[in-house]
């Protein structure tokens, strides 16, 4: 009878289940659901993938990316949303979450430079002048006497900035009116840091000559539009160079110093 039943549901198309004598079939659960499927590259031992994303604020997420290149585990950067999708086992998200927290890190602040722009002058043109200051020492053998004025500004490297100075009145001294720089940069050199400086521009007021007729002498209400001493410059932090002597019989000198504040 049996046999004549299997061939029956055969014929029909039914699959049958044979049953080993005292076994009863267990039905599943309710409720139940199959265990989760690892992608074909994953790694024996039955341990469970799960996905994670994570944040990415200051590094591409695909240079994090190709750090994991050589490991066979499933990722995915998207540049625009700046994440980073990983697939994989508990310790392998662990060891992108370590590597996001070293390298998701902010750039340092560009360096500011600070600027000083001395304007040495003789005793005639700058009575009222005071001596050299310390930083000056070395170079006091090839400069004039006295420091008429004197300039100082901080700049953002790769930014212009510039100091402005109103001359007495009535002018007696040379005094330095306006300095400018376009852009300043810091980069290693052999030996330490070095600064340039870009577009460096230096404008000095000078008194009326008593000796002149007036209608030779410019009046010290219009504003000078070209500067007096423009240079690029090379220097190292803290140290002096002079980037100009203007005159012969009543000498002028121009230093420069500048200085890296991190």
């Known amino acids: 009878m049996m046999n004549v039943a299997i061939r029956l549901m055969l014929a029909l198309g039914l699959t049958a289940t044979l049953v080993s004598a005292g076994q009863d079939p267990k039905p599943a659960a309710p409720g139940a659901q199959n265990p989760p ?20 604020r200051f590094v591409d997420p695909e240079e994090v990316r190709r750090v994991f290149s050589s490991q066979s585990h499933v990722m995915e950067a998207n540049r625009e949303l700046k994440i980073l ?25 560009p360096p500011n430079t600070q600027i000083t722009v001395y304007l040495v002058a003789g005793q005639l043109q700058a009575p009222t002048g005071t001596a ?8 006091e053998k090839e400069l004039p006497a006295k420091l008429a004025d004197m300039q100082m500004f ?9 100091a402005t100075g109103t001359p007495p009145e009535p002018a007696t001294a040379v005094t330095l009116t306006r300095v400018r720089v376009d852009s300043t940069s810091v980069s290693p050199g052999p030996k330490g840091d070095i600064v340039s400086l870009n577009g460096l521009k230096v404008w000095i007021s ?35 160079v002079v980037v100009a002597k203007v005159g012969v019989e009543k000498p002028l000198a121009v230093v420069v110093r500048v200085g890296v504040v991190k």
């Open 132 to 139: 050299l200051p310390a930083e000056l020492k070395a170079l």
């Open 37 to 56: 499927q690892n992608p074909p590259n994953a790694p024996p031992g039955g341990e469970t993938w799960t996905t994670k994303t994570f944040d990415v």
């Open 154 to 162: 901080r700049v953002r490297a790769g930014q212009p900035g510039e």
């Open 206 to 240: 000078m008194p009326p000559d008593p000796n002149a007729t007036p209608s030779s002498t410019a009046s010290p209400k219009t504003p000078k539009t070209e500067p007096d001493v423009t240079a690029d410059l090379d220097l190292a932090p803290n140290e002096a």
């Open 85 to 109: 999708t990983a697939h994989g086992s508990a310790a392998f998200l662990k060891e992108v979450e370590d590597t996001v927290k070293r390298l998701d890190v902010p750039p340092p602040s």
